[in-house]
């Protein structure tokens, strides 16, 4: 006797549609947010790979060849992130920026250039972020009593 015949309850009707669809959106969602954060993580560490490129040559023998080069580049970029867990990305960006303005080999117009890129990523906002620890994580193998005994930051 099938579910749907007049005279089933159709509490039961209802409960055997919505468990399923309830367990495959729940399995969907954290499907889609695993996929998602390996992207971004996988995206952060080529614009990291990328960022230490210029960083490195830069520093070895500032240009303006490099200089230009590292506008492009942040031109491509549609969106830079700040993550206080991974601000190694973040501090590279702003060694470039500081290897770029301070060089005399880099022309001013390439400077401005730089720097209206990095003002649009929203690169130079996130500089009050970087000289912070990183927030930390708690594992919850650690007992009550350690966790008060970091509370405190000296600096």
Do not use: W
Not at 90 to 113: I, P
Request: include cysteine; hydrophobic fraction near 35%.
């Amino acid at each position: 006797m099938s579910t749907l015949e007049f005279g089933a309850d159709p509490f039961f009707t209802i409960i055997n549609l919505f468990f399923p669809l309830m367990f495959f959106t729940i399995v969907g969602l954290i499907a889609f947010g695993v996929i998602k954060s390996s992207r971004s993580y996988s995206k952060t560490s080529n614009t990291l790979k990328d960022l230490q490129q210029f960083a490195s040559q830069l520093a070895d023998d500032p240009s303006d060849d490099t200089a230009e080069r590292l506008a492009d580049y942040l031109r491509g970029i549609d969106s830079f992130s700040i993550e206080r867990t991974r601000m190694e990305p973040f501090r590279v960006a702003l060694g470039c920026y500081q290897l770029v303005m301070e060089s005399d080999a880099v022309r001013e117009e390439t400077k401005e250039r730089v720097d209206r890129q990095y003002k649009r990523l929203g690169i130079l906002d996130g500089e009050k972020f970087a000289d912070e620890a990183p927030p930390r994580r708690r594992s919850s193998s650690s007992s009550h009593h350690d966790i008060h005994h970091h509370h405190h930051d000296h600096m």
